[in-house]
């Protein structure tokens, strides 16, 4: 046996509360207190087992440090693949930690460059599930489930493959729970408190199988931690701190009847931790030449002692007292079996390393499969916690999980085969910046846009090795080339890149530009001026900024020439107010002439100051009269370039005329006057539609034949749309009109939008009809709605701020699959206000919470699409939300659902629509199905369906 206490491995004197092994015993991490927070290290294993690589200095001892835990890190554990390592403190959080190939070499945070780091594992998740500090965790096997102990009486089982979320949690102890332990078979977790009592919890329905209180009724609660271990085998479970006759013990619970006949004595005080060796051991025995299976445990005290114990042996392999100065804490092994590492409360480590001759042959992995199999019926290499083991019950079950599985592999062959996309900001310069000079004189330095790395978290790390080292002590030249422009740039604005303009008049600019000097403005007018945000509320306010404006332009004389810094700043000669009026005015109707406006289908195209909601009365605004509208059909057939023109007086000999003009293809087919200025035009591939300034509205058809004579309506049009046959109206006073042209029928009689405006200030961001006639509202704070005729009232499609959206796992997942075209109800949930990661962040901390937003959302969108008749959304919708049922294990549900889908399997009194938006419901149902029966847990459910659809179909 070989005994080092490595006096380097220190946390600067502080307690070392845990101490844990790597898998391929190329590192190893301790966790404890650092200087004002909890501190988790990552060590070199070399220099521990090797004293010339301890001496040599070109070999690193400490691989990383990570502070980020607020108070004392109580507990360490790497999981089983090596791949993520887990951290327990007192402020109630479980840190998972990730190597990052990204990373380099670095100095560690707060050592002055003293302490230089070699790896970097960043904290890839945070659990928080507990309200008092954690003592100990650890991870089942195959890394499925980690189990995690706290002072508020509970065992917290995380998901380790979905983290953060939540299993179960364990309650049932009435004290502080000090240590949690995993059946290597996976059938049982056994936990430890201080309530003086063992308990032992089924994976299979997290109920506790027994609680063992004996062996602990005289034991006092006078140690930290009480990390009990179970055997390689998983025949027995050795506790901490139990007592026999007075006497501190390590007691042995065996598996069959959980008996409590046996213990490890010899300690004078209390233990506190027990860890078994993972080798399953062997020897040949000389009497008569058998060979006995054992296995290895070591148990640390308070008496700051460490023995080693062999379960075929009555007396321990070895004792090695007064080892460290205070209690040991913690104890690993290595993989190998032949480690051994232990901490303690004085802040030091110890490291053991053993020969074959002492411990004995280690069981192969073929020997340790066979063992199990002959104990427990079940092959080691073949453990698995994600669910118990489930019998296929008949052969289309079968089929339907051999579909399932090809479905996957050729989703991964088509995903590798796919060519990655080029991020936006590929092919940006990252080693350049630009150097100009400010009006004084000093250097200005512009850096250009640097993309951001990528973390590279990859999956488990690699041996830590000498020959991998990356040392950023050597000093390399910069890359980065500086651009020196000969330009002049004002204190905040970046430099003008010319090369980038193709204009003429930018091209002739001279080297050093013109700066006008404008008046002194206050910190409030400059944040207008900034934001660019209309802040006048009242006319009087519109008269005084009119009135400050015109006082602030003051004519010049001749043009000044400042000198500043050898700069010269000339300042021109402003022109006329009234001249300035003019030419914008001319300006204007220029543009109007050469170009006609297009027709505005929302609120954000027009003037809404004038939007206003007193009381039960709306008053929207009323478009401006412009000279030319025009409206482009986008649904006409063979592809033809559609156009209707609106033009207002266009009338000669002093007398005004007003024009509605269809050209197909550039050419006119045919024109049509009005009587009224038109202020609004809507068109269709059936109709054209004007909204006029008298209140009235045309409607003629495809050909240009009036279909009716003018409506006149008791408010000026606000906004007109059509599609199809339909034509909606919003007058001025928030009424809403849908007509059916073709029947000349009205489907919505001027419904008030007041209910969908009630509230903060908001303004019609969009409105439209569908191709069932159905009127579609959205707001400028997100929501959207829509009128049931049925019901006779507004539904909301979506909300304000989307928070059942934000929280929702899948969010943004269903609308892939509605099809090539994005549908309705994709592009109002695409305008809507989210709160983002905020409410993500909430959710995380709360998996009950999220799946809770998530059904709410789901069905939110299904009864969405139902709403506005959206047949591709619909579907798409109602299989994601039946697919995530599925996978939640939502039985209830899914049963409702189906029973829906179904229908009655013999005549009734009661009506039964068999179909819905056109789509038969058995159908859906049947599509449906798969996605059941693709959890094993509801192939019953499956089959119950499938033979109710199988005999309807025969009959």
Request: hydrophobic share 35%; glycine share 8%.
């Amino acid at each position: 046996m070989k005994l080092v206490k490595p006096s380097w491995v220190s946390h600067d004197g502080k307690p070392i509360f845990s101490i844990d092994i790597h898998s391929d015993g190329s590192r190893f991490a301790t966790g404890g207190q650092g200087e004002s927070s909890g501190k988790v290290v990552i060590w070199n294993m070399a220099p521990v087992r090797n004293e010339e690589d301890e001496k040599n200095e070109n070999v690193p001892k400490m691989l990383c440090s990570m502070d980020n835990h607020l108070a004392c890190v109580n507990c360490v554990r790497w999981s089983k693949c090596g791949k993520y390592l887990a951290s327990g403190g007192d402020d109630k959080l479980i840190m998972i930690w990730q190597f990052s190939k990204s990373g380099g070499g670095s100095s560690a945070f707060g050592s002055g460059g003293k302490v230089e780091t070699f790896e970097q594992w960043r904290c890839v998740h945070t659990l928080r599930g507990h309200s008092g500090d954690v003592l100990d965790l650890a991870w089942s096997p195959q890394d499925t489930w980690l189990a995690t102990c706290s002072v508020d009486n509970t065992v917290v089982i995380w998901n380790a493959c979905k983290f953060p979320e939540i299993v179960t949690v364990l309650r049932g102890h009435n004290g502080l729970v000090k240590g949690v332990a995993w059946d290597p078979v996976g059938r049982y977790l056994a936990t430890q408190s201080d309530d003086k009592s063992l308990r032992v919890w089924r994976t299979s329905d997290w109920r506790q199988e027994t609680c063992i209180t004996e062996p602990f009724a005289e034991s006092g609660g006078t140690t930290l931690v009480l990390r009990l271990s179970w055997s390689p085998d998983g025949c027995c479970v050795v506790s901490a701190h139990a007592t026999n006759n007075s006497g501190p013990t390590a007691q042995i619970i065996e598996r069959e009847g959980w008996k409590t006949n046996l213990d490890f004595v010899g300690h004078r005080k209390a233990i506190t931790c027990t860890r078994f060796n993972q080798c399953i051991f062997s020897k040949t025995l000389k009497k008569d030449g058998k060979t006995q299976q054992y296995a290895c445990c070591a148990v640390g005290s308070r008496d700051k002692s460490l023995s080693v114990w062999m379960t075929a042996l009555k007396r321990p392999l070895v004792i090695v007292h007064d080892l460290f100065v205070n209690s040991i804490l913690d104890i690993s092994w290595s993989t190998n079996g032949t480690e051994m590492l232990v901490c303690s409360w004085d802040g030091t480590c110890a490291y053991l390393e053993f020969s074959q001759e002492e411990l004995g042959k280690p069981l192969s992995e073929d020997e340790k499969d066979q063992l199990f199999k002959k104990l427990y019926g079940k092959s080691f290499l073949s453990v698995s916690h994600q669910t118990k083991t489930m019998i296929i019950e008949n052969p289309a079950m079968l089929q339907l999980q051999a579909k399932k599985k090809a479905e996957e592999e050729h989703r991964e062959q088509s995903n590798r085969a796919m060519p990655l996309k080029p991020l936006p900001y590929e092919g940006c310069p990252t080693n350049k910046q630009i150097e100009t000079r400010t009006p004084d004189g000093r250097r200005r330095i512009t850096p250009l846009f640097i993309a951001p790395q990528p973390q590279d978290m990859g999956g488990s790390p690699e041996p830590f090795s000498v020959k991998n080292v990356f040392s950023s002590s050597s000093e390399q030249k910069s890359k980065i080339v500086v651009e020196k422009k000969n330009e002049i740039t004002s204190a905040g604005l970046p430099p003008t890149d010319k090369s980038e303009s193709n204009t003429p008049e930018k091209n002739k600019t001279p080297e050093f530009e013109p700066t006008v000097i404008k008046p002194a403005v206050s910190q409030v007018e400059k944040a207008k001026d900034v934001l660019g945000a209309r802040m006048v509320t009242s006319s009087s306010e519109k008269d005084d900024k009119a009135t400050k404006e015109k006082d602030s332009v003051k004519p010049c004389k001749a043009a000044a020439v400042i000198r500043d810094a050898g700069m010269q700043i000339k300042q021109r000669k402003p022109d006329n107010v009234k001249d300035c009026a003019k030419r914008r005015r001319k300006e204007r109707d220029k543009d109007e002439t050469e170009s006609p406006a297009p027709v505005p289908t929302s609120t954000t195209d027009r003037d809404t100051s004038s939007q206003t909601y007193s009381g039960s009365t709306l008053q929207l605004p009323v478009p401006k009269t412009q000279r030319l509208l025009q409206a482009t059909i986008s649904d006409c057939a063979e592809n033809h370039q559609v156009k209707v023109i609106l033009e207002n007086n266009c009338g000669s000999a002093g007398r005004a005329l007003h024009t509605v003009k269809y050209s197909c293809d550039g050419k006119v087919v045919w024109a049509a006057a009005l009587e009224s200025k038109g202020i609004l035009l809507a068109a269709s591939r059936n109709i054209v539609c004007v909204g006029c300034e008298n209140r009235s509205i045309i409607v003629l058809s495809s050909g240009g034949r009036h279909l009716l004579p003018s409506m006149i309506m008791s408010s000026s049009p606000s906004l007109l749309q059509c599609t199809a046959h339909y034509v909606m109206l919003i007058t001025a006073d928030g009424s809403m009109f849908v007509w059916n042209m073709q029947k000349q029928e009205a489907i919505v009689k001027g419904v008030s939008l007041l209910p969908v405006l009630f509230g903060p200030p908001a303004s019609i961001q969009q409105a439209l009809v569908t191709d069932l006639g159905l009127p579609v509202v959205s707001l400028s704070t997100g929501a959207s709605y829509t009128y049931s005729l049925g019901l006779s009232c507004w539904l909301q499609l979506t909300s304000k701020e989307g928070l059942n959206a934000a929280c929702s796992s899948q969010h943004g997942s269903l609308m892939r699959d509605s099809g090539p075209k994005p549908g309705l109800l994709h592009q109002l949930h695409s305008m809507q206000k989210r709160r983002g990661k905020e409410m993500q962040t909430l959710c995380k901390t709360s998996p009950a919470l999220q799946q809770a937003s998530t059904v709410s959302h789901l069905e939110g969108l299904v009864a969405a699409a139902l709403a506005i008749g959206s047949v591709q959304e619909y579907k798409a919708c109602l299989l994601g939300y039946m697919r995530y049922l599925s996978q939640e294990g939502m039985e209830s549900r899914l049963r409702e659902v189906c029973d829906t889908l179904l229908g009655p399997t013999y005549k009734t009194a009661t009506e039964w629509n068999p179909y819905v938006l056109g789509l038969k419901k058995r159908q859906l149902l049947q599509d449906v199905l798969p996605l059941i029966g693709s959890n094993l847990q509801f192939q019953r459910l499956y089959t119950e369906y499938q033979r109710q659809l199988d005999l309807l179909g025969k009959t």
